[in-house]
């Protein structure tokens, strides 16, 4: 069936380093792309998104990348920094009916030492 | 913009009882609501998706007289676990969109823990 994944389910990385944080999708007709950040005890944060009509899209700090022809998509974060910790998901929203339901990728883990 | 709430932030109850869990759109109309469930280091699962005025659609396996929702104005729909027992025990997360947006702007969850 369609679904959104994640290759890693947790990365490390040390305060200023950039992180990239990769996910694939299975459905090639997928048109629209959104990563949330979601703190613990917290709900999910829209970080930024992407249509397939592009290829990168910058925000503050972070970029994501959209290549159609592996379906995969990553976000990258510049300079990362200890309020970065968090669990980051790909998500991508299927719209039967108009309601736009989200699928939900598994979840990376990115944790930022000092 | 874009903001969402959820009332309580975390509610402990009994058994048997009831819980109502309130969502809240405060800045634009939410044509369209959805709940979501998220265990312990897992992803979230679509419970539920309401539209206001209308009676829920809910996702296989999630039982809709065990999880009541009620999307009765553009602002507000409530999630009533009736009946909790302690495997309803979770973190529940609403979120709201409105027509002509793709994305979707998430509250703050609610922990719930059945004792």
């Known amino acids: 069936g369609e679904s959104v994944g994640l290759h890693l389910p947790t990365l490390s990385v040390q305060e200023g380093d950039n992180s990239i944080i990769n996910c694939a999708y299975s459905?090639?007709?997928?048109?629209?792309f959104i990563w949330y950040k979601q703190e613990s005890g917290k709900g999910p944060q829209f970080i930024i998104d992407?249509?397939?009509?592009?290829d990168k899209r910058q925000g503050q700090r972070v970029t994501v990348l959209l290549n159609k022809t592996v379906k995969h998509l990553s976000l990258q974060i510049a300079a990362t920094q200890p309020g970065d910790s968090a669990v980051y998901f790909c998500?991508?929203?299927?719209?039967?009916?108009?309601?736009?339901?989200?699928?939900f990728g598994a979840g990376t883990r990115l944790a930022v030492h000092p | 913009g874009a903001v969402v709430s959820q009332h309580p932030s975390w509610v402990i109850c009994k058994s048997g009882t009831s819980v109502k869990i309130e969502c809240r759109s405060l800045?634009?109309?939410?044509?369209?609501m959805f709940w979501y469930r998220q265990f312990p280091k897992q992803s979230l699962m679509l419970m539920a998706t309401?539209?206001?005025?209308?009676?829920?659609?809910?996702e296989q396996g999630v039982e809709k007289d065990k999880f009541l929702i009620n999307h009765a104005s553009l602002t507000l729909s409530t999630l009533t676990v009736t009946s909790a027992h302690p495997e309803d025990s979770s973190f529940y997360i609403c979120?709201?969109?409105?027509?002509?947006?793709?994305?979707?702007?998430f509250g703050p969850g609610t922990r719930l823990t059945v004792l």
């Open positions: 998500a991508e929203p299927i719209a039967p009916g108009g309601y736009n339901k989200l699928i």
């Open positions: 800045d634009f109309q939410a044509t369209t």
């Open positions: 992407i249509r397939s009509n592009m």
């Open positions: 309401s539209n206001e005025g209308s009676k829920a659609t809910y």
């Open positions: 979120s709201a969109s409105s027509v002509g947006v793709d994305t979707q702007y």
């Open positions: 459905n090639s007709a997928s048109d629209y």
